[in-house]
Each structure stands twice: as C-alpha cells, then as structure tokens.
C-alpha cells in the first residue's frame, strides 16, 4: 500500500483545529508518520532530513499523555455554529454607514448621560464633604457635633440597618378569625 502525504501547513491547521484528514491524498510533500518501531537512529535521520511531520506542539506537552481541549475554544465554536445565533451582519456601504452613524449617535448619548450622572454626584459628594468640613471647623464647639455625628458604634444591633425600616402602614385585612373551626369547609 502506498503511503499518504500531506502538506506540513495542512497538517498543521489539521492538528490545531482537530479535523481528520482524509484518506485521499491531496498533496503530495511529507508522508504521515507511520506507527513503525524504529530505532533512535533512524528517527533522528528522519528529523535532520526534514521528514518528520510539523507540529507547533511542545515536546514537554507530547509526554504528559493525551490532549486537553481548551475549553475556551470549545466554547467558541459551540456558540458560533449555535443554531440559536444569529447570522453575522451584512450590511451595503449605504446601510454600513447608516447603522455606524446610529451607533456612534448612541454612544455619545449614553456617554452624556453617564457623564451628568458622574458629575451630579460629584457634586452631592462635595456638598457633603463642605456641610461636614463646615460642621467640623464652624459650629463653635470645636468639632464636638462633628465627631458626634460620625460615630458609628451601635449603629446596627438589631443587624439590620436603621436606614431600610419601613413604617408599617397597612396591617392584615382581617386580623385573627377567633371564630374559625377546622373541618368545615364551604361546598358549593
């Protein structure tokens, strides 16, 4: 039986994206290595004669048993042939440049809005940071108030932030049923 070859970057692609090549001979240039016993020195002739099939994997990893897929290509390619995805975009130039624009538009609106929102707070900081400096230095007890006011023992005891209780408004409808008996149910 004649021996199959196939290009070095062929086998290579083949190897890295875990395609099996196949039976037919596409190209004739390095044969496929054979399960053959050979002895040290033929394989390093074989080597130094540029027979030896290309691999880009290191040796450490060839002797530490067989290949773990990366996951993250895994998932690359999971979701990509996904039949749930969506088909990439394709857009004319007229229809490119139409959904660029609106895009960019958007963009620059969202930044806005973050940006009006940065500085709103940056504001309310600093009205804080004055009224508190303000409390601090200008009240006239020489800072008593201040310090007071950020001591922060005892705050949560009940483990619960005094902050987030609520004023019970609305109580149960009805209240206890004293008169209810178990066992009677209405039938209609």
Known sequence: MRSLSYS?????LANVFKIPLSQTAIRPSIPLLQNQSQTP???????VAGKAAFSTTSPLLKRKGPHQMDRRITLIRYFLHHPLTPRPLRFSRTRYLRHWTIQRAWNLYQGERRQKKTDELQRQWQAMNTACEELRTGAGDGGWLF?????????FTDMFPIEYGRMQ???????????WKGGESKRR
């Open 41 to 47: 020195t033929q394989s390093t002739t074989n080597l």
């Open 8 to 12: 070095p970057v062929l086998a290579s």
């Open 169 to 179: 408004t609305e109580g149960p409808g009805e209240g206890w049923n004293e008169g």
């Open 147 to 155: 310090r007071k006011s950020m001591i922060k023992t005892n705050l």
